[in-house]
T-cell receptor, first 116, second 112 residues
Framework: EAGVAQSPRYKIIEKRQSVAFWCNPISGHATLYWYQQILGQGPKLLIQ????????DSQLPKDRFSAERLKGVDSTLKIQPAKLEDSAVYLCASSSGRGMGRETQYFGPGTRLLVL | KQEVTQIPAALSVPEGENLVLNCSFT??????LQWFRQDPGKGLTSLLLIQSSQREQTSGRLNASLDKSSGRSTLYIAASQPGDSATYLC???????????FGAGTQVVVTP
């Protein structure tokens, strides 16, 4: 079974530029998550999708971050414009969505973003 | 607001020694607690999940305990090996639909 795929793996941009990350979840997984992990901290949930609907985006800085999951499969997270404090690893995860909150989340390898 | 703390931030042990990793949380009204492992440059891997009604979970050399009333969980790794070197994170969920709240993790190095 293929895991969660993410691209690119690394990205370096200058502040005020825009950047996009892509995630392809495990086939058949209804729930998709985007996390931000700043160095030395645990991951923080940015947005959670159930199929192509948003379940939780309470911690997404909506003035600069946006995410979509068209057709309920793969997803894109965008930052526009980027700030220095956006430097972090962006992790995508997926789960079956059928475990009543007990199901395992499977994580991708992440995209490491450096904003200069 | 739930706060999850993991102390120490880093730990080094010789091979063969048992590892004890601590996790504390401020709000005891949790739905479940999970332990994850993170290797450098890789995503997280789920190790153990304990529902709020359970006291412990075991998988091979790993055992996790949960004491909701005191807001604590402990992950025990028996007979540590160099391959156990990684960062271990705990995360709590407040409800079945809630988000995972992560601690900052404990970085473990097992020396041969």
């Amino acid at each position: 079974e293929a895991g969660v795929a993410q691209s690119p793996r690394y990205k370096i941009i200058e502040k005020r530029q825009s950047v996009a990350f892509w995630c392809n979840p495990i086939s058949g997984h209804a729930t998709l998550y985007w996390y931000q992990q700043i160095l030395g901290q645990g991951p923080k949930l940015l947005i959670q999708f159930q199929n192509n609907g948003v379940v939780d985006d309470s911690q997404l800085p909506k003035d600069r971050f946006s995410a979509e999951r068209l057709k309920g499969v793969d997803s894109t997270l965008k930052i526009q414009p980027a700030k220095l404090e956006d430097s972090a690893v962006y992790l995508c995860a997926s789960s079956s969505g059928r475990g009543m909150g007990r199901e395992t989340q499977y994580f991708g390898p992440g995209t490491r973003l450096l904003v200069l | 607001k739930q706060e999850v703390t993991q102390i120490p931030a880093a730990l080094s042990v010789p091979e063969g020694e048992n590892l004890v990793l601590n996790c504390s949380f401020t709000d005891s009204a949790i739905y479940n607690l999970q332990w994850f492992r993170q290797d450098p440059g890789k995503g997280l891997t789920s190790l153990l999940l304990i529902q709020s009604s359970q006291r412990e979970q075991t998988s091979g050399r790993l055992n996790a305990s949960l004491d909701k009333s005191s807001g604590r969980s402990t992950l025990y790794i028996a007979a540590s090996q160099p391959g156990d070197s990684a960062t271990y994170l705990c995360a709590v969920k407040g409800s079945s639909w809630g988000k995972l709240q992560f601690g900052a993790g404990t970085q473990v190095v097992v020396t041969p």
